[in-house]
């Protein structure tokens, strides 16, 4: 199951605050990308949503946000350009280098495309580049407007409707569009590139890749979309992107140092520098994410400490059963474990008799539902669970554990 979505913010070109979210890989990431929405869409169109979570399964971390004036960002969208677009871009990647590591592939959607090609020599740790239905001419987007043109030549701006939704285009936007060139950053591009595209798209139409393909230095590489559409909005369309960018990728992509755990002995777990509490957790070749709910000040982007206790609890307990279960060839179909922790009073926990625990004040109780699926008699039944209190974690909560704390040199 993909990790929740980090959200996160960074100031954008005009000093707004743009919305971001990043999708994390369950493993250790192999790369970070940066993924730039198409002309007035946002970062949780469902085609962005798709493509991120998609290669997260690949091991690639991406950070998807809203340029100024759109979606959850702020700013006034009246006052961007392509230029402005590209500051963004620009700023998005230098805040996953500093939060995170730097961006190694670059990943675009129509407009998005475009500014991804054009903002790709100032990336300088981008290896590979993806556009999906991009214009070889970023002008073309007045296409959407073309019928208020004269408007807004006379008029310095006029409102459109695009999608359905209400914009304000201003004459610096158009003009701003006539002053770059993608073939020209074409020319000059270094990295590895990959051009997917529809020959059906009706926005955007397929010549458009042609004039990619061809102003672009090898290595480079086109992947026929057949008859997907413009947004992607059938969701096997949007995963069969994800999955042709990242095994296209793997031949261009170096792997994070920021990829390869720490060497330690046990777990290891740092601030992000987000938040109050988010966490990443390392233990051996996983990475993770540790926080709190939003009610207690936290992101909620994963587990709470204690439910990452209560996570060893319920694995432990599976594990020990099937082990046992195969040892004594029980045909145990399926375990399902669900764990449930709270702070209640010693007086009042009616399990406690005899056991270690202090006669007044609050302590930690956990409650183990378990189910058993499978044809075998009572008896076994209870043994199964009686075996469950035979789970070393379970030993070990229950026992009286030493914590040794000492400092280690920065």
């Not at 999708?23 to 002309?39: I, K, M, N």
């Not at 990829?259 to 990443?280: C, N």
């Amino acid at each position: 199951m993909p990790v929740k979505p980090i959200k996160l913010t960074f100031e954008g070109a005009h000093g707004a605050e743009l919305a971001a979210r990043l999708d994390l890989p369950v493993g250790p990431v192999r790369a970070y990308a940066l993924f730039a929405h198409c002309f007035t869409c946002s970062k949780d169109l469902t085609a962005a949503r798709k493509i991120a979570q998609s290669l997260t399964l690949q091991g690639i971390g991406v950070l998807r946000f809203d340029f100024t004036g759109l979606g959850g960002s702020g700013g006034d969208f009246s006052s961007t350009n392509f230029t402005s677009n590209l500051e963004d871009l620009r700023r998005a990647a230098d805040f996953l280098r500093h939060e995170f590591a730097a961006p190694k592939l670059l990943i675009g959607h129509s407009l998005g495309g475009a500014a991804v090609l054009a903002v790709a020599d100032s990336v300088p740790e981008a290896t590979a580049i993806a556009t999906i239905g991009a214009p070889a001419d970023v002008e073309h987007v007045t296409h959407n407007f073309a019928d208020y043109l004269a408007d807004i030549d006379r008029d310095g701006q006029a409102e459109v409707s695009l999608g359905g939704r209400p914009f304000v285009i201003k004459r610096q936007f158009v003009d701003d569009l006539r002053n770059h060139s993608i073939e020209k950053s074409l020319a000059k591009l270094h990295k590895a590139l990959l051009v997917l595209h529809a020959p059906m798209d009706q926005t955007v139409g397929i010549e458009n890749a042609g004039r990619i393909y061809d102003a672009a230095k090898h290595p480079k590489s086109f992947v026929s979309l057949d008859d997907a559409d413009h947004l992607l909005r059938n969701p096997d369309d949007a995963e069969y992107v994800a999955t042709v960018i990242a095994a296209w990728a793997t031949r261009y992509i170096p792997q994070n140092d920021e990829s390869v755990p720490e060497p330690a002995e046990g777990v290891v777990v740092r601030e992000t520098g987000l938040g109050k509490f988010q966490s990443m957790v390392v233990a051996g070749q996983h990475r993770m994410i540790a926080d709190e709910p939003e009610n207690v000040g936290g992101f909620d982007s994963g587990p709470s400490p204690y439910d990452f206790l209560s996570s060893a609890l319920g694995a432990c307990t599976v594990m020990t059963l099937r082990l046992y279960a195969d040892q004594k060839q029980i045909p145990l179909d399926a375990i399902r474990v669900e764990v449930r922790h709270a702070k209640v009073h010693a007086n009042d926990c009616a399990e406690c008799a005899g056991k270690p625990v202090p006669k007044s004040g609050k302590i930690d109780r956990f409650e183990r539902l378990i189910t058993l699926h499978g044809d075998f008699t009572d008896d076994v039944r209870a043994r199964l669970l009686e075996i469950a209190d035979k789970c070393p974690v379970h030993r070990t909560l229950e026992a009286s554990s030493v914590i040794v704390t000492q400092e280690q040199p920065a």
